[in-house]
């Protein structure tokens, strides 16, 4: 289904030259670099609240699952940091360029930038086009420093080819039934590796036989 997402996209982008080259800053409501709450606080962890790291982000288009959340008090704790559903996120510091679209609310740490988008039409263009920009943000990124690492003001200085309103709503009706697939398919895969991981243990340990079990 990504295939498909991108190759319409590619077919916008090569067939329509009704764009306007403007910055990333014009077109977001806001851009938010993301903050880790003290880890010496434990009342700020282990909570409900997706706390979106790098590694959350590889070869996902939805950060569904994570490896940490935080509580309702380290939420709170930096809620301006807190991003709405749908918003887009871009891996900024050390590896540069990952992308991908928070399903619920969440907080992120300090290594990503994310776009709270000013129209729902924008999100899935957005999410395509900064996927192009890789390359640019890592030579953006690699400027004065070891580790690579694109900030805020750069981050929002990324020029970006936005076309025209009546393109982004026509794009956005074809490709959301297949981004809403896409995270149908990660919830429904996250289910079965919770179900896995229950059954197996106790597969192992003889507290099911499959002998009795009628299929």
């Excluded at 930096?78 to 990952?98: H, W, Y």
Aim: proline share 4%; aromatic share 6%; charged share 25%.
């Amino acid at each position: 289904m990504q295939e498909i997402i991108t190759n319409i996209f590619n077919d916008l982008i090569e067939n329509n030259d009704k764009f306007q080259t403007i910055q990333l800053s014009d077109i977001a409501k806001e851009i938010v670099t993301g903050k880790t709450p003290s880890t010496s606080k434990a009342e700020y962890w282990n909570g409900r609240i997706p706390f979106v790291t790098i590694p959350d982000m590889h070869n996902e288009v939805y950060s569904y699952k994570v490896e940490r959340c935080i509580s309702d008090a380290g939420s709170n704790s930096q809620i301006k940091k807190l991003l709405p559903s749908n918003s887009i996120m871009v891996s900024c510091i050390a590896t540069v360029g990952l992308v991908s679209i928070n399903p619920i609310p969440c907080h992120t740490n300090q290594q990503i930038n994310s776009i709270i988008t000013k129209n729902d039409y924008d999100l899935f263009y957005l999410y395509e086009m900064l996927k192009t920009k890789k390359e640019e943000l890592k030579n953006i990124g690699s400027s004065g420093s070891a580790t690579l690492n694109v900030n805020k003001n750069q981050f929002g200085k990324l020029n970006i080819n936005y076309p025209e309103k009546e393109i982004l709503i026509d794009f956005n009706k074809k490709v959301r039934p297949l981004f809403d697939r896409i995270l149908l398919i990660q919830q429904e895969n996250i289910k079965l590796e919770q179900i896995r991981d229950t059954l197996l243990p106790k597969l192992m340990n003889g507290e099911i036989d499959l002998d009795k079990i009628e299929i």
